[in-house]
């Protein structure tokens, strides 16, 4: 959180992030620029400037695979939760290195006439059927100006702009992007390939984002919770450990975290109303409920930001059946002050 | 497309971008503060946002002139992601195959003309 709007907000896990980022990217475009000359078959020798068109292709798409990866990762293993924080970064970087690829495309392949190089790569596609295979450049193009609105909109700024939902739903632009580099290559690269290596990369990388969203879909389905006069049954109020929540998923609406503060319960929505991070993971520091992802915090009993932050999360009444805590699953309005339950630790 | 739509439509998309930069030089400077309170005193990310407001300068626009108000702040409907999720890679789980598979059948109808050598095999 903070007062103002900063250029990225750095911390040390971020410099790290950064760092093996830009060393990756550096590290493989160097390699595959030196390497490949040394791999290739002589008779088919590539020039210095294919190769580099190449190099940046493959890296960009990579790195786009990583970044899609990284979320269903993060549901299968609490360990790549770091990555997940500062995935715009390598979002941001993917951009580049993808506009990078064109620009080596431009320079190369629409270079060396009259006509400018934009016209030229706009002009240059023959219409379906009359030559063998079908226009692939009009994918790419399309791809990296998603990238590019992605990558533009990746501060802060623009999710207070556009708000949370805008934001997100612009953002879900990053899955018809895939499907379109996909296609670029496969259509393009793909039909001159002389290895069996592209195809395995493409095939391998498709392959592997299908399944890891599907072992993170069945890996996030949930016990539904007994529910009775419409109060859910959360479990033993002593068993919430202070400082920290239990995770409760009704069967509609949104995940509630319990939390302890000095003995006293509250519950408040498991998601943070920035990016909806996951509230019920993170712990109290100094009073309040602090976010594992980027450090927002919300006061337990009404779920509101210390001042002067604005963000607000809704909260839930709870009650006590005996030694058995009960949730009432409908939230409160935002800002509705709940008296945390007093309860025996 | 022919060369001359070609031009025609790298005109619009420049003079678009123009007008961006315009609009976003002008937000920056003199609308941002009001619009966001969290610019306020703070500069240094105010370049980042320029290619943002570039693209979407008519949204900008409109916001700054007042006429439309972000919608009041509202819980995230977490269901409706999902299923938005479950939606895009359902959909991907069809159509990257079928990529695959067009991309396969091109290939396979394409004739492999084996290459004509020209001079001596290099050492």
Sequence with gaps: MSHRHLPVGWTAAKRAYDLVLLAGVVGYILAFLHLGPLLQDPGRALDGQSLAIKAYGSCAFLLLTAALAIGPLARLDRRFLPLLYNR??????????????????????????????????????????????????PLGVAALLI????AATSHDFWLAFLTPPTWK?????????????????????????????????????????????????LHDRHAVPAVERGWIAVGR????????????????GDPVAVFRHEGRLSAVSHLCA???????????????ITCPWHGYQYRPEDGCSPPPFTERVATYNLRLDGPMLLLDPRPNPLGTRVEPLAVPA | MPPWLAEMLLSLVAGYAWAGLAVGCAFLL????????????????????????????????WRWAGLRRP?????????????????????????LPAIGIA???????????????LGPAPR
């Design chain 1, 147 to 150: 990238l590019f609105a992605l």
């Design chain 1, 274 to 288: 920035h990016q909806n991070g996951p509230l019920g993971e993170g712990r109290i520091v100094d009073g309040c």
């Design chain 2, 103 to 117: 991309a396969a059948a091109l290939r396979a109808g394409r004739p492999d003309a084996p290459p004509e050598r």
């Design chain 1, 169 to 217: 739903a612009l953002h879900m632009a990053v899955y018809p992007a895939y499907a379109l580099v996909v296609a670029h290559v496969a259509l393009g690269a793909l039909q001159a390939a002389t290895t069996p290596v592209l195809a395995l990369m493409l095939l391998g990388s498709a392959g592997s984002l299908l399944a890891l969203h599907i072992a993170a879909a």
């Design chain 2, 30 to 61: 003199f609308g941002l503060d009001r619009v966001d309170p969290l610019a306020r005193g703070a500069y240094a990310f105010r370049p980042l946002l320029l290619p943002g407001l570039a693209l979407l300068w008519p949204l900008v626009l």
């Design chain 1, 88 to 137: 715009r970064h390598l979002g941001v970087v993917t951009f580049l290195v993808a506009l990078s690829h064109a620009a080596e495309v431009l320079g190369w392949h629409f270079a060396f006439s009259p006509t400018p190089p934009l016209v030229a790569m706009l002009s240059s596609e023959p219409p379906p059927g009359a030559a063998p295979g079908l226009p692939f450049v």
């Design chain 1, 237 to 252: 109020a002593d068993a919430v450990p202070e400082g920290r929540a239990l995770v409760v998923h009704p069967p509609e």
């Design chain 2, 71 to 95: 919608a009041p702040p509202r819980g995230p409907a977490r269901a409706a992601q999902r299923r938005r999720h479950l939606l895009a890679w359902g959909t991907l789980a069809v159509v």
